[in-house]
């Protein structure tokens, strides 16, 4: 598939949204990453798939910044932050940061995942 990709025009932002998706398939978030920075405009989609190779990179508090910014922007793909698996990590540290400050353990200025 990353081979019929490419012989499309590379510079179209809908080949450089499929090599991230197909980056991110594969577990190369990096290159997902990298995909993206060449998109021609910067809009919701772009920020909130950033987040999620982000937070598949281990970047957690870039990626938090990044979905607050795509949320902020108007983001509302619910489902999407609910059920992806690129944004697992931030759905268990936002786990983790609830059950720590409960028991009073934990930074109390972490940021949060908004419910959109």
């Known amino acids: 598939m990353q081979q019929q990709l490419e012989q499309l025009n590379a510079d179209t932002d809908l080949v450089l949204l499929g090599r991230f998706?197909?980056?991110m398939g594969e577990g190369r978030p990096a290159d997902a990453l990298a995909a993206l920075q060449g998109l021609s405009a910067i809009d919701i989609v772009r920020m909130a798939w950033q987040a999620g190779a982000l937070a598949q990179a281990g970047q957690l508090e870039e990626a938090f910044a990044r979905l607050e910014e795509a949320l902020d922007a108007g983001y509302r793909d619910a489902a999407?932050?609910?059920?992806?698996?690129?944004?697992?990590?931030?759905?268990?540290?936002?786990?983790?940061?609830?059950?720590?400050?409960?028991?009073?353990?934990?930074?109390?200025?972490?940021?949060?995942?908004?419910?959109p």
């Open 80 to 115: 999407d932050l609910r059920n992806s698996r690129w944004y697992e990590p931030l759905r268990k540290a936002r786990a983790s940061r609830r059950s720590s400050r409960s028991t009073g353990s934990g930074p109390r200025n972490a940021p949060s995942l908004r419910a």
């Open 21 to 23: 998706v197909i980056a």
